[in-house]
């Protein structure tokens, strides 16, 4: 990153999905892949599927309301101010029922172009689990 940036409240590329609202804080463009921060307004029910990461470092720090993090040896409710640090290989799910907002920092991974890619995608390319598992690949996301 060669130059400051500043995105305020409400700003950021987002995208709205069914489940949340994402707004990318800091993009892993500006950090050679090294760092993003995406802002999640998670929707009441929000559940993200049972996952890993081979490389990426995920940190969630709790904004507003509650969220679980499930573990395969224990789980957690996350409230604001919290932070749950992940490391790589780790498996891990997260739940918020009542709705919440949390900043998911990722460390050597770039879940914003993750995001971007979603976003450009076709309802008959999500019904393809093949070439869904290979898109969370390249963007180190495992579920099996």
Request: negative net charge.
């Amino acid at each position: 990153m060669k130059e400051k940036e500043i995105i305020r409240n409400g700003e950021g590329k987002n995208y709205n999905y069914s489940q949340d609202h994402c707004f990318i804080k800091l993009s892993s463009n500006k950090t050679n892949g090294e760092l993003s921060f995406v802002e999640d307004s998670l929707k009441p029910g929000f559940l993200l599927g049972r996952h890993h990461h081979k490389i990426m470092t995920e940190v969630f720090y709790i904004l507003e309301g509650e969220v679980e993090l499930i573990f395969d040896d224990e789980s957690t409710i996350a409230k604001p101010g919290d932070t749950i640090t992940v490391p790589p290989n780790i498996w891990h799910s997260a739940s918020c029922k009542e709705g919440g907002k949390m900043l998911t920092i990722f460390k050597n991974g770039q879940f914003d172009l993750y995001l971007e890619r979603l976003s450009k995608m076709s309802e008959s390319d999500f019904e393809d689990a093949e070439l869904m598992k290979s898109i969370s690949a390249e963007f180190d996301i495992y579920e099996e």
